[in-house]
Each structure stands twice: as C-alpha cells, then as structure tokens.
C-alpha cells in the first residue's frame, strides 16, 4: 500500500493535536499527508484503500529522541555498571575493535527493524559512519534525524580528531537534500570529550547548514563536579559561553542539572531528551523532566542505544517515564499518561526541530502513524486508551506502522525486508565480539 488516499477508520483515534480520543473516529491520509481526522458521526470519504482498525488505537508514529542505533550490536556485552567503566572499560574498547561501515550498517538495521516494529517512525541518532546509518534507515523506510558524531580523539571513521567537524560538516552536505525522510544534524560527544574550541566549530557548521546540534550533557554527577572542579562552571555556563545555546541545540540527558542551567535552557529555547531507562539502567540519576517542562522547554522521550537500556521499546520507556517520576517525587500525580504520551510524539518532535511536520495527526503533517491492537488479555478492559498506552502496552502489541503515509509494518510483520535476515547477520558479528 503505497500513497493516493488511504482510510484508517474504526477504534479509538488520539490525535495529540489535543488530550482528546476519538472513540470510532477515521483518519484520511493523501499522498502521504494527514488530509483530515473525523470524530464518530462525521461523513467519511471514500478512499483507494481502507484499513480496519477496530479494536485499535490510531496515533502519530512514537518520536525516539536519542539513540545510537548501531550499539545494538553491544546488546547484554556490558550491563550493571556505572557509566563510566561501562563506556572507557567496555564500550569504547568494543568500538576500536569492531566497528566499521559493515557493522555499523548491521546494527543499524537491527535497531530500525526494531523501532518500527514497536510503533517509533523517527528517530534522532549519533554515531560513526553515520552515511551508513543513513543507508540502513532509507532500505527500512523510517525517518530520522541523523547526527554525525564528533569528539576529541581517534574515533572509528575519524582516524585524525583534527578533522572531525570536518567530516561531519561533509556527511550535513551529503544528506542535506538527499532523501526527504534524512535530516542530517552534528553530534559532539561530551563537554569533556569534545574542546571548547570544537564545540564551537561544530555548532557554526549547525548554524551556516541550518541543521540541529546535539550533545550529551551532564549524565552523572562526576561530569559536573569535575567541570566545576576544572573551570568553576556548569556544563551548561559553559555552553552558553560558547554561545551554543537556541532552538536547535538538543541537550541531551539533563540529569545533575540546577535552577540557573534550567533557566538558561528555557531562555534560549534549548531542548532535551530524556533516557529514564538508560539513566536508570547505568545508575546515573534522574533527569528533572517536569520541572524542565514547567518552564516550557520541549522534552523528548529517548532510549539511548540498545547497549545501554537493553531495548528500544518507546512504549517501555513510556512507562519507565511514568513510574520513575512518581517514585522519585512521591507523586503519583506527576508525570501522569498524557504528559508521558506528548513527550514520545508532539514533544519529542518540537524537541528535534521536526514538529511542524510530525508528531500529532494534524492535516497537512507527514502521515506517520502506529496502530496499536488493543484486543489483547493484557489490555482488557479498555476504559482509557491513552493510559493502556502508558501503563500497559508493549511495542509487541503495534498491528501496522505508516511512515510518510506508506504501509511498512503490516499485522506486526515488517514489509521493507527480511527480519530472520538483519537478526543473522548481527548474531553473526556477535560471534566476533565476545
Ligand atoms: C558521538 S556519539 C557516539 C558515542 O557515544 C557513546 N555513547 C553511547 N551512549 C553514551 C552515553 O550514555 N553517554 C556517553 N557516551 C555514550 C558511544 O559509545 C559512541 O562512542
Ligand atoms: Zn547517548
């Protein structure tokens, strides 16, 4: 099923446009654009294609803000350890080993075919040999922001730190107008991996090529106290000083951060994304996300790559988001589903400069869409579809994704390629690594 006009009607249609479920509304897509959505009662058009979706929840397809989509080849090597020892003892020393443009290309694949079959459209990545990545997410059709990674030493791809804004600039030029479902972006490691000096660079490509700029901030505590220690500033004084902060600077993780850095981000627009499962998983802490959005600063859901969360599974993070906010603030009014479902669709989309064209089923917006089959044990009885989202659903129970309007998961099976495939290959890698 391909564009022309396609109806979605039947079971309960969540907008995002607003907190509302339309119980027996229709959504119309035209040549892959969201033409309109109808409450029960409206009069529906007739369209080329019909889809079913009674007993379903129709919604915008789920916004991953954060992941290094090739690490899923990393999956289990390296668990129940702080960040530290995790990255420079495991991770790092896996990179040097094996990473390369065909397992870059592998893992990226693997961690596509997972996203979608769990209902995410988007993604927002970083890694190396991101040209690679860009080939895995247009073979799978899923859209992405892809960042190209930038940091202070020798990095797979990157033999000679000295040209690493350079080759990052290169892969912005390269993707820049090649496929209408690529951003490219640039991705600076850390504050303390990357100099101030190529901070800036990296951010003055962002801004000539008009693209987003992201960065790891502030994840433990150690970060922080060691810039403190070292310039007697935050990470985020530091970045404003660099004159790094506005609306297309993505901040990522956000966990030890203060009233002065929140205010900062909030006056410059600067958005965030924030990994409770990563964060939880390392023992890094917990990002203060409400009061972020308090102080209207857009908050994407990410989940960070697979080597450190250990899936991918937005809906998992959904719900990780929900109970660790009420947990930590001994509020079970905080961080309530419907706050929890903006961060994974509208929210995440405004925080990745894409909210214009996804996020929410408004006509005229790209028709990226996830059907979730409601008619399952686990999700009987239904009295509010948007909670099940959040407190019950697994991304196992996604039934059909459309990205840009185009049919790429059908009854929970991906039409784009060959699963068993993508799954052999990386087991094969595996055998390597370990
Ligand atoms: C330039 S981004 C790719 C780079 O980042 C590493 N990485 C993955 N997860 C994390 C994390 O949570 N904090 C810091 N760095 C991380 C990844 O291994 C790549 O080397
Ligand atoms: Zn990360």
């Given amino acids: 099923m391909t564009k022309g006009t ?13 907190r509302a479920v339309y119980d027996g509304g229709a959504v119309l897509m035209k040549d892959g654009v969201i033409g309109a959505v109808f409450q029960k009662g409206d009069e529906l058009p007739v369209a080329d294609e019909v889809v079913d979706a009674t007993g379903c929840v129709v919604m915008p397809g789920l916004v991953n803000t954060h992941c290094h989509s090739p690490m899923s080849l990393f999956r289990g090597l390296a668990d129940d350890m702080p960040l530290d020892s995790w990255l420079n003892d495991h991770i790092f020393p896996a990179e040097a080993a094996h990473i390369n443009p065909t397992t870059v290309r592998a893992g990226a694949l693997l961690s596509c075919v997972e996203m979608l079959l769990s209902g995410t459209t988007t993604v927002c990545d970083g890694y190396f040999y991101e040209d690679e990545v860009a080939e895995a997410v247009m073979e799978v059709g899923m859209r992405a922001v892809l960042g190209h990674g930038v940091i202070d030493f020798p990095a797979p791809g990157v033999p000679d730190p000295s040209e690493n804004v350079a080759i990052a600039e290169a892969f912005v030029e390269r993707w820049k107008n090649r496929w209408s479902l690529i951003t490219p972006s640039i991705f600076c490691h850390t504050p303390h991996t990357c100099s101030e000096k190529t901070i800036a660079r990296a951010k003055e490509a962002c801004r000539r090529l008009g693209v ?9 505590e150690d970060d922080v106290q060691r810039m403190k220690e070292d310039r007697g500033i935050t990470p985020y004084q530091l970045l404003d000083d660099l004159q790094v902060l506005d609306e297309s600077t993505l901040l990522i993780h956000n966990v030890w951060m203060n009233d002065g850095d929140m205010a900062l981000m909030a006056r410059h627009g600067t958005t965030a994304s924030h990994n409770p499962g990563s964060n939880t998983k390392l023992a890094s802490g917990v990002c203060p996300a409400s009061a972020l ?11 960070d790559g697979a080597a450190s969360n250990n899936n991918l599974d937005l809906f998992n993070e959904m719900q990780t988001t929900a109970k660790l906010h009420k947990a930590y603030s001994l509020d079970p009014a905080a961080m309530d589903a419907w706050t929890v479902l903006e961060m994974a669709t509208i929210e995440g989309a405004k925080a990745i400069g894409l909210g214009g ?8 917006k790209r028709g990226d869409i996830t059907i979730v089959d409601m008619n399952k044990p686990h999700l009987t009885p239904v009295y509010n579809p948007a909670s099940h989202l959040v ?12 990205v840009d309007g185009k049919l790429v998961v059908k009854e929970g099976n991906l039409l784009s390629l060959d699963v068993q495939a993508v799954m052999d290959e990386v087991s094969r890698i595996a055998k390597k690594i370990e």
Avoid: C, K
């Fill in 391 to 402: 407190y019950a659903t697994t991304g196992a129970d996604v039934r059909d994704v459309f």
């Fill in 6 to 18: 396609t109806l979605i009607r039947g079971g309960w249609v969540i907008p995002m446009t607003n």
């Fill in 357 to 364: 064209q996804i996020g929410s089923l408004l006509p005229g």
């Fill in 293 to 303: 959005m308090d102080q209207g600063i857009h908050v994407g859901l990410g989940t």
């Fill in 212 to 220: 987003l700029f992201q960065i790891h901030i502030a994840e433990t």
